[in-house]
Every structure is written in structure tokens, then in C-alpha cells.
């Protein structure tokens, strides 16, 4: 089934570790994105990529960092985790407006 | 982007028609109305988009005023497993990404 696949589903991390959250679409959509969402708001924007070789910053890019070496995937890096960055990451693809999105990643930071 | 204001949470029945309204109030000329839909544990899924007038999917309609300040979304004869969380974006052309509100938390009642 076409679609967004994240890894891992979920993840208990010490804090001060670096973690690397996958993203692969199977669609060739030019954008993908990295959302955060935390109990009881809405999604907010870590960044983007509106094609390969591209990145941007969304609403809450630091502490993050992404790439985009090619069309299918687009993974986000922690290089220090804090606390503070426990959440639910969704990746997302889309293609003349219509986004989709992946099951997320449940990620604790201790 | 236009700012949306929708209602924090909303109460039906099964076999009910269920309107959520939403504001838009600065929705800019090139801007579109997308609503999504959000189980736990799940990305958002989209549910329909428009521009102007009345949009019909499978799962829903979708009406907006000739002065496109507002939208309503409508889900005909609700089930149990309509309950979820719906949000209304208004999307520009281009892809920055999509801007989140905290939606409306529909519960739907046997």
C-alpha cells in the first residue's frame, strides 16, 4: 500500500543521545515534511523539503535537523535530545495539496 | 496564513448529520480550505478541500460562503467511529506545509 513509513514506531531515549527518526514515501512526492505533536495541541512544523537537495525551516526547527538526499526519504536527526522533545514526530508527504501522513513516532526523552 | 477558530469540542449521536463550522476571517485570494481528520494514536487523514461554494466527497461536504470567511464541514448520518479530532486549515498554494490548529474533539455517542 502507497504511503508514508516511519521507523521507529516508538523509542525511550536518554537524554543527551542523538536519534535519527525515518521517513520513506513511496509516492515520489516533491515535498515532504517533519510535524511535532504534543498531548492535547495540533501539529506544529519542525521543517520541510519542497524537493530533494532542499530543506527549510518550519516553526520549531532547533534542536532538529533534516536532509534530503533523494525523492523517498527524509530523516530527522536529534543530535542532543532533551526532555523537552518528547512527542509524537509525523512525517508527511504532498503532492499538489494533498498531504498524507505516516503513523508517527512516539518518542520519550528521560 | 489566515488564522482558523473552530470549536474545541462537539457532542452527537450515531445516525446524526454533524456541521462544524470554522472562521477564516483573513483568507487571502489564492488560499484553499482543507479539513482533516485525526484518530489517537494516527496521522491526520485528509477528509475534503475546497475554494468556494459546496464540495461533496464520499465522506463529506463541505460549504463555504461566497465571502469564503468561514466553512462548514458536514458528516452525514455519524458513527461511532466518526468520533476523532477535525481540523480546518486554510492551505496557500506551494509547499511550506500545512499550519495546525488544535481542532475540534467530536465525540459521537451511542
Known amino acids: 500500500i502507497a504511503g508514508i513509513t516511519q521507523a521507529p514506531t516508538s523509542q525511550i531515549l536518554a537524554a543527551g543521545r542523538r536519534m535519527t527518526l525515518r521517513c520513506t514515501q513511496d509516492m515520489r512526492h516533491n515535498a515532504m515534511y517533519w510535524y511535532r505533536q504534543d498531548l492535547g495541541l495540533g501539529l506544529r512544523l519542525i521543517h520541510y523539503s519542497n524537493t530533494a537537495g532542499t530543506t527549510g525551516k518550519g516553526e520549531v526547527p532547533d534542536g532538529y535537523s533534516v536532509s534530503r538526499a533523494n525523492t523517498d526519504d527524509f530523516p530527522l536527526t536529534l543530535a542532543s535530545a532533551v526532555p523537552s522533545q518528547t512527542s509524537v514526530y509525523f512525517c508527511a508527504s504532498s503532492d499538489f495539496g494533498h498531504y498524507t501522513f505516516g503513523s508517527g513516532t512516539r518518542l520519550t526523552v528521560v | 496564513l489566515a488564522k482558523t477558530t473552530q470549536p474545541i469540542s462537539m457532542d452527537s449521536y450515531e445516525g446524526q448529520e454533524v456541521n462544524i463550522t470554522c472562521s477564516h476571517n483573513?483568507?487571502?485570494?489564492?488560499?484553499?480550505i482543507t479539513w482533516y481528520q485525526q484518530f489517537p494514536s494516527q496521522g491526520p487523514r485528509f477528509i475534503i478541500q475546497g475554494y468556494k461554494t459546496k464540495v461533496t466527497n464520499e465522506v463529506a461536504s463541505l460549504f463555504i460562503p461566497a465571502d469564503r470567511k468561514s466553512s462548514t464541514l458536514s458528516l452525514p448520518r455519524v458513527s461511532l467511529s466518526d468520533t476523532a479530532v477535525y481540523y480546518c486549515?486554510?492551505?496557500?498554494?506551494?509547499?511550506?506545509?500545512?499550519?495546525f490548529g488544535k481542532g475540534t474533539h467530536l465525540i459521537i455517542q451511542p
Open positions: 483573513n483568507i487571502a485570494t489564492n488560499d484553499y
Open positions: 486549515l486554510v492551505r496557500r498554494g506551494g509547499a511550506d506545509g500545512l499550519t
